[in-house]
């Protein structure tokens, strides 16, 4: 006989992750694929990258669509307050909290003996099985080695800033490539080049 549903849903249903609405296209999603902007007291926007921020918060994915729609009216509304703030200020103001929140996982990273720099350095620990993520500057020109190139087929390799970006992020004056063996912070730095490729792609870096 067939378990009654309700039985079935109380017994077995995994945890949801919390959902949030986008201010831009109106749909619901899980939290983690949108990110949150909170209202300072001036009345200005900021992104909450790392969710640590205090006070009201709007939800919007990383899209260029939903951005502009968020610029144009959503935030205002979500605010309940007139939030003056153009759609290419909004995508600019992303693109340098990304850029800041890289910089400070990236520091931690060599902080704390988790970052390997250079082509070479990274194509031996892949091979090594203890790399989880791999950084590459959009103006990176080495051939990969063979290594590399498994981790850029799996879907483990990010492309980020050039290589004078990457460089200063990491306290070295330019860096093509970098593996970051932390489980935790390779998927937090992921995560940040992804967003980052929403809003600028690696084309404007060239
Ligand atoms: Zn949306």
């Not at 063979?146 to 990010?158: E, F, M, Q, S, W």
């Amino acid at each position: 006989m067939a378990v009654p549903q309700t039985q079935d849903r109380h017994c077995r249903a995994p945890r949801r992750a919390p959902e949030r609405t986008c201010v831009g296209c109106g749909k619901r999603d899980a939290a983690p694929n949108l990110l949150r902007i909170v209202l300072g007291p001036e009345g200005h926007v900021a992104f909450d990258l790392a969710n640590h921020a205090m006070g009201r918060g709007a939800h919007v994915h990383p899209a260029p669509q939903c951005m502009d729609s968020a610029a144009r009216k959503g935030l205002s509304k979500a605010f309940h307050t007139r939030v003056v703030c153009e759609p290419i200020a909004l995508r600019d103001m992303l693109a340098g909290a990304v850029e800041r929140r890289l910089k400070g996982l990236l520091g931690s990273a060599i902080q704390s003996g988790n970052a390997v720099l250079g082509r070479q350095a990274v194509d031996d620990e892949l091979g090594k099985n203890t790399i989880e993520t791999v950084i590459l500057a959009c103006d990176a020109s080495d051939a990969p080695g063979p290594a590399l190139k498994r981790a850029i087929a799996d879907g483990r390799a990010v492309a980020w800033g050039s290589k004078g970006q990457l460089g200063a992020a990491l306290g070295r004056s330019e860096v093509g490539v970098v593996g970051i063996r932390s489980p935790s912070l390779g998927r937090a730095i992921a995560d940040m080049c992804r967003i980052a490729d929403g809003v600028r792609s690696c084309s404007e870096v060239r």
